[in-house]
């Protein structure tokens, strides 16, 4: 009778245990980040030397940009100008005798040799003011994507550093990066909702999970707890806020996220 009364008891106690657990959130910490991340927009490749050096900004922090729209132009913007006005005039000029030429040559007044070395100067000129314009390219900064700019790094007479002239991101639609544990991801779908909120700030922002990484990697977000497993194996999941109005001026910022089970 004692062993039946044991049982029962040990049973009833156990039940409710099972029952919390599978009904507990996930936890754990994350950072705010704008869709697709943050973009560290660079000088143009192959701008070496004197290219390398802001002449101007057509922007400021919190400005947004369309795609393609010009940010900035580097030192070598105006030599290259002036390299593709000379080539310019060039190619007027070859353009100008290949017609002559071809006028002429219908009269029989000139000679084949003359006319194509016309034809052959006409295309070495339409050669060097492409090249020129492409060099006169690389001496603009343009915007790959329409975002908003973050914060600049590099000021008219400055030298572009490897971090890049400035940071651009997408902060209409914001998004907080939540790095799980390996051992509780197995219990992490798409479609979860999930609670965000950051010790400096009083509010608690929904969102959804979106998508889930594809590889484990380590810890990036450090905690205050001495104790924490910094060198845990953990796997990211991108959660998609509901109100991104309220998080955009926030990109970078450590939360704490909870995903519902």
Known sequence: ???????????VGVLPVIS??????????????PLNGVTQLSGPSGGSGS?????????????WVEEGQVV????SYNLRKAEVARLQAILNNADSEMTRQKNLSKTSATSKVRFDAAAM???????????????????VVRSPLKAQVLEIHARPGERVSSIGVMDLG?????????????????NVEEGQR??????????????????????????????????????????EVF???????????????????EIER
């Open 1 to 11: 009778m004692r062993r039946l009364l044991v049982m029962i008891f040990i049973t």
């Open 20 to 33: 919390f657990a599978e009904g507990r959130s996930i936890s754990s910490l994350g950072r705010l980040e």
């Open 51 to 63: 290219g390398t050096v802001i002449k101007s900004l057509e922007v400021s922090e919190g400005d």
């Open 72 to 75: 900035a132009y580097l030192d």
């Open 121 to 139: 100067e006409l295309n070495i000129a339409q050669a060097d003011l492409a090249a020129a314009r492409a060099k006169l390219e690389l001496s």
């Open 170 to 186: 997408q902060t209409d639609q914001m998004y907080a990066v939540a790095e799980v544990y390996e051992t509780d991801i197995t």
């Open 194 to 235: 999930a609670w965000v909120s950051a010790a400096a700030l009083e509010e608690r922002w929904p969102g959804t999970v979106e998508r889930i990484s594809l590889k484990v990697g380590r810890m990036d977000v450090l905690g205050t707890d001495p104790i924490a497993k910094t060198d845990a194996r953990v796997v």
């Open 239 to 257: 959660i998609r806020l509901d109100n991104s109005e309220a998080t955009s001026r926030f990109t970078n910022m450590q939360v704490q996220v």
